[in-house]
């Protein structure tokens, strides 16, 4: 299965957009995650982006049935390609928080 990834920083939101494979019958979904209230800097800021990340990879991913094995290791293949491909945008933006530059982008 091939995952697409489009993932933009809004301002102080992530899109996560996966393609689910086809043969599932799912097209891309879209999520958006806030976190314009999160302290970023902090290792709970952090922790609270990380749930909210997961949680939005893996409703935009789907589910499969329990007795469908393949399709199954499909939604397990999104989430896993999913998260990684945020995982860069994910540090970009805690980099930014930590070197306060994410303060000074939003004053300008």
Same mark, same amino acid.
Do not use: W
């Given at each position: 299965?091939?995952?697409?990834?489009?993932?933009?920083?809004?301002?102080?939101?992530?899109?996560?957009?996966?393609?689910?494979? #086809?043969?599932?019958?799912?097209?891309?979904?879209?999520?958006?995650?806030?976190?314009?209230?999160?302290?970023?800097?902090?290792?709970?800021?952090?922790?609270?982006?990380?749930?909210?990340?997961?949680?939005?990879?893996?409703?935009?991913?789907?589910?499969?049935? %329990? %007795?469908?094995?393949?399709?199954?290791?499909?939604?397990?293949?999104?989430?896993?390609?999913?998260?990684?491909?945020? %995982?860069?945008?994910?540090?970009?933006?805690?980099?930014?928080?930590? %070197?306060?530059?994410?303060?000074?982008?939003?004053? #300008?």
């Amino acid at each position: 299965m091939k995952t697409m990834l489009a993932l933009f920083a809004l301002g102080s939101a992530l899109c996560v957009s996966p393609a689910i494979a #086809q043969t599932l019958g799912y097209g891309p979904q879209t999520r958006t995650v806030h976190y314009a209230d999160l302290d970023l800097s902090t290792a709970k800021g952090r922790a609270t982006l990380d749930r909210r990340l997961e949680m939005a990879v893996a409703d935009a991913c789907g589910m499969a049935s %329990s %007795s469908d094995l393949a399709a199954q290791n499909k939604v397990h293949q999104c989430q896993t390609e999913t998260l990684a491909r945020v %995982s860069t945008e994910r540090d970009r933006i805690i980099a930014m928080a930590v %070197s306060g530059t994410d303060r000074l982008a939003s004053r #300008q």
